[in-house]
């Protein structure tokens, strides 16, 4: 055996969600039975780009969760801030401003959101927990969008 060669260290099993996010995600769950909502989403998964260049500006980065109604379309993609995110507001701002800019609805808490807290940005009937509020945040027009991603792809380079 090499003496330069490195050795591999065993592999372990890897809790998939924090706490913090178990947590969300029973609540979004509660407020939208009749959703799906999936965990670690790849930006990769929600955006699609012509150009190679710009698929590297989003490649590796995930959304924490994403709400699909039962056409499986794309509702709302809901970010949360950890401790370790508070050193990356910036990118988590750039990262909003991507999915915004693709015309998704970004929801980003500061800590773990209350159910009410969902209800209320999710749920356009509060007795009624299968309609979800599909007025976007995101309804700028295509040239503000353009303009808006211009800005921040500028700050990224």
């Known amino acids: 055996m090499h003496q330069n060669q490195r050795q591999d260290s065993p592999l372990k099993r890897r809790g998939i969600l924090t706490i913090s996010e178990q947590i969300t995600l029973m609540r979004l769950q509660a407020v939208l039975p009749r959703h799906t909502v999936l965990a670690h989403v790849s930006f990769d998964a929600l955006l699609t780009t012509k150009y190679a260049h710009t698929r590297r500006k989003y490649q590796g980065l995930m959304a924490d969760f994403v709400v699909l109604d039962q056409q499986y379309q794309v509702l709302a993609v809901i970010e949360i801030a950890d401790e370790s995110s508070i050193n990356r507001l910036n990118q988590k701002y750039y990262q909003d401003s991507l999915l915004e800019l693709a015309g998704y609805k970004v929801l980003r808490y500061g800590s773990i959101p209350t159910e009410h807290e969902l209800r209320e940005d999710l749920v356009s ?7 979800i509020m599909t007025t ?10 353009m303009m808006k991603y211009s800005m921040f792809a500028a700050k990224s380079s």
């Open 125 to 131: 009937d509060p007795y009624e927990s299968n309609t």
């Open 136 to 145: 976007s945040s995101t309804s700028l027009p295509q040239t503000e969008r």
